[in-house]
Nanobody
């Protein structure tokens, strides 16, 4: 497992932008599948976006064209650029890391502590 520390959340108006950052500890970051998930009270945690070590990305349909996930393996960091934010994007966002090929719930997976994103006027 790695330690994940998120930053960059907060309050933003509809149509605005935020950039989340997640810094990972350890020396295996470059091989990890990194992802951002979000959760609202009473609902299951859902995938927002993920990025493989080589840069291949995958997005939830609800954020395609608005969010961009990226990574810098030399900095052990993954970002989530969120543009054209909507009230429906309000949630706690979690950074996630796991070795490729393992399930999300794997004991070798790691979660950040979560960071609040609120989209409201």
């Amino acid at each position: 497992q790695v330690q994940l520390v998120e930053s960059g959340g907060g309050l933003v108006q509809p149509g605005g932008s935020l950039r989340l950052s997640c810094v990972a500890s350890g020396s295996i970051f470059s091989i990890l599948l990194m992802g951002w998930y979000r959760q609202v009270p009473g609902k299951q945690r859902e995938l927002v976006a993920e990025i493989r070590s080589g840069g291949t990305t995958n997005y939830a349909d609800s954020v395609k064209g608005r969010f961009t996930i990226s990574r810098d393996n030399s900095k052990n960091t993954v970002w989530l650029q969120m543009d054209s934010l909507k009230s429906m994007d309000t949630a706690v966002y979690y950074c996630h890391a796991r070795p490729p090929g393992l399930p999300i719930e794997s004991p070798y997976a790691s979660w950040g502590q979560g960071i609040q994103v609120t989209v409201s006027s």
